[in-house]
């Protein structure tokens, strides 16, 4: 059910709010991510517009409805109203972000694990990457994958070794970091793509690879779309999408175990991105 009027009160505590719709004061109950990204906009009284879910209960002291998605948040102004969230310029700018989006360099990554009993602090490594990279046409013009050593030996401990199903022995022909940094450098140079990955987890991992090997850091934040956050962001979804998950869902298809390798990933990335190009162009 979609409402919208006047915020009147605010109550912080039980994360509620009071508003007037169809001559009526709803009580509405959000949740604490959602009070967390909505909250500051109360305080100037907008009007919102949002989806509510069908059952009233109770929250706290009060009677209400959970809001289920925000619309948009209005604060109407003497010259010029003043728009703090609109879901459907967010829809736009995405559309434009994605169809304006040339050569594209999907990346999974594969890092090491904590020890099952380890005590010291557990710094992340990569330890295999998957790499794609396709032209606007959609044709793939790079594609590679390797293992990487650790500069930590106890990286690529049991648990580590398991989850990507790898024996240890096989990384004895792995490439050394500052290949993967190079190839990666050539690549961002040579196709002057834009990097896309699936969650924030690779990028970060990549950033924090280039202080611990002590090496000149790639303009990677400017540089990259995190896949999952623009699908999210779309859809105004509360919770992180599963790569496995949104593929099979986008594929209509189910797909066996996931393998945890870092090229095949890439693919699924690449995939999802592209089943999300044709959906959102379809949409009016």
Known sequence: MKIYGKVLKVFPQERVLKIEYDNRLFCLYMTRKTFKDFGPYFYKKPYIFVEIKPELKKYGQYYG?????????????????????????????IKKLINKTRNRLFIDLEFSLPAYYQSMPHVAEIVQYGIIVENNEGKVIFQDSNL???????GLNSRTLTFISRKREEFDHAIEYIDFYKLLESCLKKYNSKIIAWGKSDILTLEQSFILNKIK???LRKNHINLMQVIKNYYNQKEDLGLFNTYQEYADLILDEQTHDALEDARITREIYKLFKEKINKEK
């Open 217 to 219: 850091p790639l303009n």
């Open 148 to 154: 990487v050593k650790p500069l930590r030996k106890y």
């Open 65 to 93: 409805y959970e809001i289920s998605n925000f619309i948009k948040v209005v604060e109407p102004r003497f010259r010029e109203k003043r728009i703090y969230y609109d879901i459907e310029t967010i829809k736009k700018d």
